[in-house]
């Protein structure tokens, strides 16, 4: 809302202001109105190469009275800064906005007036007099302070990035849970006389003749029984014998044949 008492004349000049920043080079500098108010700006000041403040960036509050350009606008900064000609409230002392305001000046000039200042202060002038007298008696160690306060306000903050070796390590371990998922399969060995595979299961067989193709070496107390039944199967039938836990495979009928079970084998047995 604009502040009572405001005529025409202060809107028109208002917007041609905002009009001409358009076409203005601020460079790194910013100016703008807020979104709330045409009379409240705000602006950002970078610290001048090779002064004290390089590498800062200050914000600014402008504030402008009902009755602009005929009465000067408030300025104030609201990032700390070590600085002669600018109090600690942000209050800021310098003649064009003091005495010598002209309704021909701009807020563009303005801040351009504020970046010289901070290249130029002055001593003869000065809103916090300790610093003043610091600059004119001890140059460095005005210097060396001007910078600290820069570094620990106005700087901005550096965003942190996940270093390459840790981004690598998150990638290999993303990597390896996707390419080695946990599988797992229950198969089923058939022993039966049927050779038709049933629905969802895997035979495990292989045919080797009539012996087996590796030899190991037997668990204790295990064995393997075959009965003589199996010689009525037809020839290329086979017989499949799987380790059972702590038990025996066995085929049913009489004049059994005993053959000593295989540690983790399969054994296949084929009948001529």
Request: charged residues 25%; positive net charge.
């Amino acid at each position: 809302m604009p502040p009572p008492l405001t005529n025409s004349m202060t809107l028109k000049r208002i917007h041609r202001e905002v009009a001409d920043l358009k076409r203005e080079d601020l460079g790194a500098m910013t100016l703008s109105p807020s979104e709330d108010s045409l009379f409240l700006w705000k602006g950002t000041i970078p610290g001048p190469e090779g002064s004290v403040y390089e590498g800062g960036v200050f914000n600014v509050d402008v504030t402008l009275p009902a009755d602009y350009p005929f009465s000067a606008p408030k300025v104030s900064f609201k990032t700390r800064i070590y600085h002669m000609n600018i109090s600690d409230r942000g209050d800021i002392c310098i003649d064009i906005l003091k005495h010598n305001w002209s309704p021909a000046l701009s807020l563009f000039k303005v801040m351009l007036s504020l970046s010289s200042l901070l290249t130029d202060p002055n001593p003869k002038d000065p809103l916090v007099s300790g610093i003043a007298n610091q600059y004119i008696t001890n140059r460095k160690a005005h210097d060396d302070t001007a910078r600290q306060w820069t570094t620990l306000y106005a700087k901005p903050k550096a965003l942190t990035k996940p270093s390459s070796k840790a981004m690598g390590k998150a990638k290999i371990s993303a990597s390896s849970t996707r390419s080695n998922p946990v599988l797992s399969e229950t198969i089923e060995i058939i022993g039966s006389d049927d050779e038709s595979p049933s629905i969802g299961r895997h035979k495990a067989s292989r045919t080797v003749g009539t012996k087996r193709k590796r030899e190991t070496r037997p668990s204790e107390g295990a064995e393997l029984e075959f009965s003589d039944d199996e010689e009525a199967l037809p020839s290329g039938s086979s017989k499949t014998a799987s380790r059972a836990s702590g038990g025996r495979v066995a085929a049913s009928g009489s004049g059994r044949r005993v053959a000593p079970r295989l540690s983790n084998e399969v054994i296949v047995i084929e009948d001529d």
